[in-house]
């Protein structure tokens, strides 16, 4: 089956080493401005373990329109009961309801297209057209120029909401981005020891431990330490429920057998109020650092260069010489600066992304 993963501006080589590393038979079609379209005999479900992509679809139609009738014919003939028959399995719950999801990079009046086929599309699903619930049949039309991809979302949310993330602060990271930072500091790797001295709310730490490492952490704000803790324990909670591990004996509460379950896979979990640059972790202790640094919009920093010199030397100090930091940030050019002062690098991959308005780079430093 054809699918369409859909990125971040710029995360795009990530999303692909994630898929082909944890999909064995995938088949890359086509890497592009924030779309990987890929094809698999993969059960669908293990599509929705992949952390990386900002959402998954199941690719119903690629075609190019001259006219808004055009648009109308082809993707009316696309085949809507085949997609139901293959999401079946992870979506008993879907209500006979479907909305539409636009998107991509164009020019066009997209409403114009899609306002005109709704009764159509109904009459051809068999299903009302829901407006403002994009829980059930979302079919997302992405466009890029002239060209149109059709596709139907295999889950009830986007892959990028994550159930443990109940508390956040402005400024807060999206969760498709947090996990490919750690992917592109792992490789896909567990069993290491991370650490994010800017946790924030606590995404990244969430993400390295859901994928079986150990985290540490923590913030100057004693709020977001709070947040990180709670969302942690969210995180812990549905780690165990997707392990399916046997209910312990008696009436222990299911927060005591996630700790257990910590313990017995020798994870570490332990986060706490501290200043970036100046902490109390040993020397050479982490393989990976993992941080979204404060740009100076959402978190007011009164001077970046000296914050991101002085974290950076800090990472230097507790992050074993062969380990791998990871950072993103507004100014690469401060990183970069520094890095070379204070470690012996090997190597500097940059990413540069696109969200929400803003351009960072996401720097991984490799010691």
Known sequence: MKYIAYCTKGTEPVV?????????DAKIFEEADKRIIFGTKARIE????????????????????SST??????????????????????????????????????????????????PELSQVTGFKFEEKDHSNFDIRIFVDEKKFYVSVRITKLPLYKREYKEFEKEGSLKPSIAACMV?????????????????????????ALATGNSVCGGDVDSESVGFTLKNLENSKLKTLRQRRLPAQTGTMPRGRQANLWLESSNLKVEVK??????TSWPNNFFDCAVSNLPYGKQVKVSNITTLYRDALKEYARIVRPSGTICLLGTRPEIIKKYAKE??????????????????????????
């Not at 994630?18 to 999909?23: A, F, G, P, T, V």
């Not at 929705?48 to 329109?65: H, Q, S, V, Y």
């Not at 992917?183 to 994010?196: F, H, M, P, Q, R």
């Open 183 to 207: 992917y592109s500091t792992t490789g896909g790797e567990s069993g290491l020891k991370i650490v994010d001295n800017f946790c924030g709310s606590g995404t990244i730490l969430c993400e």
């Open 273 to 278: 109020i501290l200043n970036a640059t100046k």
């Open 16 to 24: 692909k080493g994630e898929l082909l590393k944890r999909i064995k």
């Open 46 to 65: 293990d599509l929705t373990k992949l952390r990386c992509p900002d959402d998954i679809g199941i690719l119903i139609g690629e075609f190019t329109a």
């Open 69 to 118: 009738q055009d648009f109308s014919k082809k993707i009316l003939s696309s085949d809507f009961s085949s997609v139901l028959v293959a999401i079946h399995p992870i979506r008993k719950d879907l209500k006979p309801k479907f909305s539409i999801t636009l998107g991509g990079v164009t020019g066009l009046d997209l409403a114009e297209y899609t306002d005109k086929i709704i």
């Open 342 to 367: 204070y470690l012996k690098i090997s190597k500097i991959e940059e990413f540069k992304l696109g969200f929400l308005g803003q351009m960072p780079t996401l720097q991984v430093i490799r010691k």
